[in-house]
């Protein structure tokens, strides 16, 4: 397998996790397209019972294209070990199933990942596990929250759709001495902008879906971390059965060749347009990390390479008047998901949000012109002029 440590994030990203001679002499890793892999004889049956040979035997165990892609997001992660699954949400409800037991108490913040919440508050109490909802960057709530039977803290950093940003050197200075599990989903992060686990977090998730396949062709979900904690989440993995299949895996691998390339060209296109927004008449808002006018600005600076490309904007007007400004656009396209080539809007109230009253959309800080643009790698000015010639 190839891969150094200290080769830069676009090296790694190309080569790492990857064989270098693969018996084909194929220079990409193959898709090995099996559910079983049978045994040439009755001795290899023998030595795989007695643990004494390392090879695949069932896809829902493993398969090669998937080692190769958990190997390579290791490598950009800077972690010892990585498990891929079919999306991000079955690999955070496997990591906490994996990880938790009856009796445990775990603290959550409140903008965390609308379906991870729910999972939190309406699943885990199912099995008498308790969880506390904390404001994010309320680092006093959070403290206060802290039970004898605290196991574990779940956060994200940045936040959907608000973009808050977590003081990682705060947050571990409250949690880990007190040997409680800090567990971020770094989606919104990537490790090309941002690298937890250096701060002292113990299990980073990210949802591959987003910037680490990048091409909105895919579902896939990842749990990063020292072996001693991501190995009962693998074999945890082994009984929920959400394991990512070879075709996924293979297009993973080819979408995060380009990972540093298209973070790159990301974090510039999401500081372009979110500053262009900010100057724009018709928008009274802009929630973007790398804006002097983001309430978390300077942690996010001292924490964060770039911002990436996640841009939340506000206009004056109703759900019809952002709903007409929508159907206007010509480039960017209405859909959710973020971190892909292509540009996509999202107007919260009415897709994430359509379920709840206006009353209880308001109460969870969704306001009727709040949009959320995940910028794409576009000409940043193209995707500025769609939204001016669509506001106009
Ligand atoms: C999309 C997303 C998830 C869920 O991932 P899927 O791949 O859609 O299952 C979890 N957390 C964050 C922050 C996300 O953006």
Known sequence: ??????????????????????????????????????????????????????????????????IAAEHKLAFLEGAEDAVLFS?????????????????????????????????????????????????????????????????????????????NIMDLERLIGIFKDKGILVVSDSTFATPYNQKPLEYGVDIVIHSATKYLAGHNDLLSGV??????????????????????DPNSAYLLIRGLKTFGLRMERLNENGQIVAEGLERHPKISRVYYPGLPSHPHHDVAKAQMKGFGAVVTFEVEGDCEYVLNFLSRLKIINIGPSL???????????????????????????????????????????????DIEQALA
């Open 1 to 66: 397998m190839k891969g150094d440590k200290d080769w830069g994030i676009s090296t790694k990203a190309v080569h790492a996790g990857e064989i270098r001679y693969n018996e084909y002499g194929s220079v990409t890793t193959p898709i090995v397209q099996t559910s079983t892999f049978i045994f040439k004889n009755i001795d290899e049956i023998k030595k795989l019972a007695v643990g004494a040979v390392e090879r695949f035997e069932y896809g829902r165990y493993g398969h090669p294209t998937q």
């Open 87 to 163: 999306s991000g949400m079955s690999a955070i409800t496997t990591t906490l199933f994996g990880l938790l037991k009856s009796g445990d108490h775990i603290i959550i913040t409140d903008d965390a990942y609308r379906r991870t919440l729910e999972f939190c508050k309406a699943c885990l109490v199912k099995f008498d596990i308790e969880c506390t909802v904390v404001k994010m960057c309320d680092y006093e709530a959070m403290e206060k929250a802290i039970k004898p039977n605290t196991r574990l803290f779940f956060s994200e950093s940045p936040t959907n759709p608000y973009l």
């Open 223 to 244: 749990v990063l971390g020292s072996k001693k904690l991501v190995e009962p989440v693998r074999e945890f993995l082994k009984i929920t059965g959400g394991v990512i």
């Open 339 to 385: 971190g892909g080539v292509e540009s996509l809007i999202t107007h919260p109230a009415t897709i994430s949000y359509y379920d709840k009253t206006r009353k209880e959309r308001l109460a969870l800080g969704i306001k009727d012109g709040l949009i959320r643009l995940a910028v794409g790698v576009e000409n940043a000015e193209d995707i500025i002029a």
